[in-house]
């Protein structure tokens, strides 16, 4: 059933920095916080927010919760039908391995075959609402075909920056959709340091990840999807595939928006929620293991999961938040191991999922072999993408 786009009434009063907690005018562009140079939060006045009663007569995208989105005048809305993704119980695996309960939400759904499309709607949006002269990105895949497809679709100029050996069905897709795209050798820190060089008169308004405050607000409707899919009950565990971090930090910033909001009770029980990057690049899992204070000189490697090759991600900070406040914890998994995943769950649950998507299944298997996850728990895994980009990485793997 089609419903009639939604008239944008955002309650967005403030944007924060995440640190000290300044505010700073929602009306003006902004990039990191002035005073601690760390990602701003919007803000929102929740106590006028309607009850959740109003969602089933909307339209199924994520702008169904658009007074919790930045967007102040829908004018500016640019959507090719981004959000409300299915949610699927996996019971061929959780009978493998004696779980109670496995759900996977597949982001490969999306438009552009990934969760980065939630992000960039908003990006893109705001972009053309705050009369941005067009959009620029450094990239591992996935973010950088968002960009370029959103941007299209705005008639705003898109420039995408990535690594050089990115597969090219993502060079490709961009290609198509008009982009100026840049290939760089090294991994997506190499990236920025190119956007900076780019960009450096700042005519474009720079989306990398973190560096602005309306990819992460995009991305926090997971978060209000899962609990609408789950009847307003959230699972025990949420397992989510961290790179740069701004689904993790969104979904949590979302669970607790709703509490705010009266959507969930106050005192709910929220998941605990854990973060999963490749065993090549794992500045998170580093960093939480005490093995470094923090990822600003980490090193890492490319991997077959391209999204997790983000060596120093400005939101590290902000991921350890949420996995202290959730009770949660951070693990890596080998490229080989992520092989494992997407054949049992492409054989066994007939998903074909990117390579972070198997990555949380693997970490999943582990938690749940060392005793950090129980049987009788729920666990629900986010696969970020579409497989299919990612062939190059995986061509001719498929051996049991």
């Not at 995408?160 to 820190?189: K, S």
């Not at 509490?259 to 709910?268: C, D, S, T, V």
């Not at 629900?380 to 049991?400: E, M, P």
Request: proline share 7%; aromatic share 6%; hydrophobic share 45%.
């Amino acid at each position: 059933m089609l419903f009639p786009p939604e008239v944008a009434t955002s309650l967005l009063t403030v944007l924060e920095c995440s640190r000290c907690h300044t505010p700073y005018d929602a009306a003006h562009p902004h990039t990191v916080s002035a005073c601690c140079g760390v990602p701003l939060l919007a803000r929102y006045a929740t106590a006028a927010a309607p009850p959740r009663t109003v969602l089933p007569g909307r339209e199924a995208t994520m702008w169904r919760y658009h007074e919790l989105l930045p967007l102040l005048d829908s004018a500016h809305r640019v959507s090719l039908g981004e959000g409300f993704t299915p949610l699927f119980p996996l019971p061929a695996l959780a009978a493998r391995y004696g779980l109670r309960s496995v759900l996977l939400k597949d982001e490969g759904q999306n438009p552009t075959g990934s969760f980065k499309a939630r992000g960039l709607s908003m990006a893109v949006s705001k972009a053309r609402e705050l009369g941005a002269a067009g959009c620029i990105v450094p990239t591992a895949g996935n973010a950088g075909v968002a960009l370029a497809a959103y941007c299209a679709k705005a008639g705003l100029p898109a420039t995408v920056v990535m690594p050089r050996h990115t597969p090219v069905a993502f060079r490709e897709e961009c290609y198509w959709y008009g982009a100026d795209v840049q290939l760089v050798d090294g991994l997506i820190n190499d990236c920025a340091a190119r956007v900076r060089e780019l960009n450096a008169a700042g005519h474009l308004l720079d989306v990398s990840t973190l560096r602005e405050p309306y990819r992460l607000e995009g991305k926090k409707t997971m978060g209000y999807e899962l609990a609408e899919q789950g009847h307003w009950q959230l699972p025990d565990v949420l397992v989510y595939p961290a790179g740069g971090g701004t689904g993790l930090i969104g979904i949590w910033k979302a669970f607790r928006e709703m509490q705010a909001l009266g959507w969930l009770p106050a005192h709910a029980r929220l998941p605990r929620m854990v973060a999963v990057q490749a065993l090549s690049c794992c500045p998170l899992v580093e960093t939480l293991a005490g093995r470094q204070p923090n990822c600003q000189h980490y090193q890492g490697r490319p991997t077959i999961a391209n999204g997790l090759a983000v060596p120093r991600p400005l939101g590290e900070a902000l991921m350890l938040q949420v996995l202290a406040e959730s009770g949660g914890t951070a693990l890596a998994i080998s490229d080989e191991d992520m092989l494992v995943g997407m054949r049992e769950l492409a054989r066994l649950e007939g998903l074909f999922v990117a390579p972070e998507g198997a990555a949380v299944w693997m970490a999943t298997r582990h938690l749940l072999a060392t005793g950090w996850l129980q049987p009788h728990e729920e666990v629900l895994l986010l696969n970020t993408g579409s497989a299919q980009k990612y062939l190059d990485n995986v061509l001719g793997r498929y051996a049991a």
